[in-house]
């Protein structure tokens, strides 16, 4: 035990993840292709799928209104969230929306949505938009309600005006509000991103799971499904890497893990 508290992180990780796939692999003749597979199989269908070109293309087509939906959501969300939660008028007007909208069951809105914005790129982005807004922006505002009153309290005994308190007080005290809630839009933005490809115009890594899953070709809906949880693990790593660099006292403040 010694020893495996001395490995770094990433090497736990990987140790981890390795022995899964071991365990997996090793019951492959336990398992019927027809209702699961094994990761050699998964393995051998992506890269049949590499070189045919149809995984690279399946996830362009996926990466466009993911990166659209989930910049949009980024860029209205923060700033939306540290004005409700720094001005009782705005919140007292708007965060009731903002909540409902958390709550709102978005699937029961995808037929209203194909009939306003058709089954192209737009509506894709739209969901992606909707489920990762919400999140957000949300962490935005709990994290503006979060800063001490005393920090606000200085800024006002010298006299600084309202847009620098903001700026240079109540937006670094949030930076981990807002990586958290950057973070757990990631994942919102690939659920709503496989959603908008099974309802709308099925193409993407949502297209090759539907059409795979029809031909049971289970091991080539695999791919996919495995594609987007790593790209949805690199995501929030990059988050967490680039809140690092911006926020770096956070780390300091942050308590230390049990030994």
């Known amino acids: 035990m010694k020893f495996l508290r001395s490995l770094p992180d990433w090497v736990i990780t990987a140790l981890s993840v390795l022995i899964l796939l071991g365990l997996w692999e090793a019951a492959r003749s336990q398992i019927d292709p027809l209702f699961a597979s094994y990761p050699s199989a998964i393995l051998a269908a992506a ?15 996926s990466a466009q209104p993911f990166l659209s939906g989930y910049a949009l959501a980024a860029v209205t969300g923060v700033p939306i969230g540290l004005l409700l939660g720094r001005f009782r008028l705005l919140r007292a007007a708007f965060g009731i929306y903002i909540t409902a909208g958390y709550a709102m069951p978005l699937i029961a809105l995808v037929p209203l949505l ?18 990762t807004f919400f999140p957000i922006c949300i962490n935005s505002w709990a994290g503006v309600r979060a800063v001490p009153k005393s920090l606000i309290e200085v800024g006002i005994a ?10 240079r007080i109540v937006l670094p005290a949030v930076l981990p509000y807002i990586m958290a809630g950057l973070r757990l839009g990631v994942g919102k933005a690939v659920i709503a991103m496989v959603i ?20 049971f070709r289970t091991a080539e809906m695999f791919v996919p499904i495995i594609l987007i949880m790593l790209l949805a693990v690199a995501l929030s790593a990059l988050v967490e890497r680039i809140e690092r660099r911006i926020a770096p006292w956070q780390t300091e403040l942050a308590g230390h893990d049990a030994p």
């Open 196 to 215: 908008a490809e099974f309802l709308t115009n099925i193409s993407g890594l949502g297209g090759i799971i539907i059409s795979a899953a029809n031909a």
């Open 114 to 131: 194909l009939l306003w914005f058709g089954l192209g790129f737009t509506v894709k982005t739209v969901i992606i938009f909707l489920l």
């Open 47 to 61: 890269w049949k799928m590499t070189l045919t070109g149809r995984l690279p293309k399946a996830l362009w087509e």
């Open 158 to 167: 010298f006299c600084a005006p309202q847009p620098a308190i903001l700026r």
